[in-house]
């Protein structure tokens, strides 16, 4: 579904990023990790047309992101509050993102009231703008807005962090449950390697840039990618 190719960002004569190949089908989990600076988000903002490589493409259904819009229409993501509208309340943005992806009010609603033990009282009926909201329940806001509409591809920069311990368990249900019929590829970036580990297929770890492991966690372990974190 996604193709990268001779991939490089820099910033000032340094790269930040370097990937000369890498790709993701449709229908997998994967979770991207690395210290920080690793280059994770950046990879997303080249991902999702933020901003530009300074060399290779990235291919959505072998279409380059930075030369179309076509992946618009079967792509959401989060990768921080600066992605919602802060001045509507989160059952109006949730009606805004149904409106773009071409979603009923009725099945908005619908949509929306099956994340409730998510949202855990905190987010639905609050009569307030999503700028009051606490930083963790913007973001679980900004993680169902995702959701709307069932998208074929998701991108989510650090769901976990700021999600209380409930929260964070709730998600990766979420996050498992919308990956059983396989009709959605997902990637996350977290630095919690266990909470990652739990949700995906596939694990990548990147280093200054580069990508220095890609375990698939059927023939890959865990204890694998806990050693790169222990040095
Ligand atoms: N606009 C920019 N100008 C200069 N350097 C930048 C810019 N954006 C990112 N960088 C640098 O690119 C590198 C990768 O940053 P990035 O935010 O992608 O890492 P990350 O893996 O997401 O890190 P973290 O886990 O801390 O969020 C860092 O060294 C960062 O300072």
């Known amino acids: 579904m996604i193709k990268i190719e001779n991939l490089i960002k820099e910033y000032n004569l340094v790269e930040v990023v370097n990937i000369p190949s890498l ?9 991207l990790v ?25 291919y959505s259904k072998d279409t380059s992101v930075a030369s179309s819009e076509e992946w ?5 993501s989060f990768l921080d509050e600066t992605f919602l509208i802060d001045y509507l309340t989160a059952e109006e943005y949730f009606e805004f993102v149904g409106r773009v992806r071409g979603v009923s009010v009725e099945q908005i609603k619908s949509q929306v009231s099956e994340y409730s033990s998510f949202f855990n009282g905190e987010v639905l009926g609050q009569k307030k703008y999503i700028r009051d909201f606490s930083k963790g329940n913007q973001k679980k806001i900004g993680i169902v807005g995702c959701f709307i509409g069932n998208p ?22 979420l996050i498992r449950r919308k990956m059983e019929d396989r009709k959605m590829t997902i990637i996350v970036s977290s630095h ?5 580990f739990d949700i995906s297929d596939r694990v990548i770890l990147m280093e200054k840039g580069k990508v220095v492991k890609d375990v698939n966690k059927a ?3 865990f204890d694998e990618l806990m050693e790169y974190f222990n040095q």
């Open 23 to 31: 790709t993701f089908e449709f229908g997998e989990s994967i979770g």
């Open 192 to 196: 919690d390697l266990q909470h990652t």
């Open 34 to 58: 690395g210290n920080n600076g690793a280059g994770k988000t950046t990879l997303f903002s080249m991902l999702l047309d933020l901003i530009a490589p300074s060399k290779g493409t990235i």
């Open 152 to 173: 074929e591809l998701v991108v989510l920069d650090e769901p976990f962090a700021n999600l209380d311990p409930t929260t964070q368990i709730r998600l990766k249900e």
């Open 72 to 76: 618009k229409s079967y792509t959401a």
């Open 219 to 221: 023939s890959g372990s």
